[in-house]
Nanobody, 126 residues
Framework: QVQLVESGGGLAQAGDSLRLSCEPSGRTFRTYAMGWFRQAPGKERELVAAISWSGGSTYYADSVKGRFTVSRDNAKNTAYLQMNTLQPEDTAVYYC???????????????????WGQGTQVTVSS
């Protein structure tokens, strides 16, 4: 069951930028804290960035700090991941996730997320 839909993935060259978007699929449902994960073949799914319900708190993995920016527009019920200065190491399937509880903090564990997207492929060439 597709609960969230990611868009904006694709091919990029090193140094380029991409912007991912995430919104509910089908019937609109309420989302609270949201996060972006990525998973490369043979690697664990890792949290890339997360944002709190209000957008006041964010989290970034060390590997993307200074390059990626997570944001949200609650009026549009949409979350974004701006990815700048892309590197080949960023190549992965990127997943959007959302919590279902009104928590004020960012969520950093997979088990904390209730809704998931199907993923969007991001491929970065040298």
């Amino acid at each position: 069951q597709v609960q969230l839909v990611e868009s904006g993935g694709g091919l990029a060259q090193a140094g380029d930028s991409l912007r991912l978007s995430c919104e509910p699929s089908g019937r609109t449902f309420r989302t609270y804290a949201m996060g972006w994960f990525r998973q490369a073949p043979g690697k664990e799914r890792e949290l890339v960035a997360a944002i709190s319900w209000s957008g006041g708190s964010t989290y970034y993995a060390d590997s993307v700090k200074g390059r990626f920016t997570v944001s949200r527009d609650n009026a549009k019920n949409t979350a974004y991941l701006q990815m700048n200065t892309l590197q080949p190491e960023d190549t992965a399937v990127y997943y959007c996730a959302a919590g279902a509880r009104p928590l004020a903090t960012v969520l950093t564990r997979l088990a904390d997320y209730n809704y998931w997207g199907q993923g969007t492929q991001v491929t970065v060439s040298s």
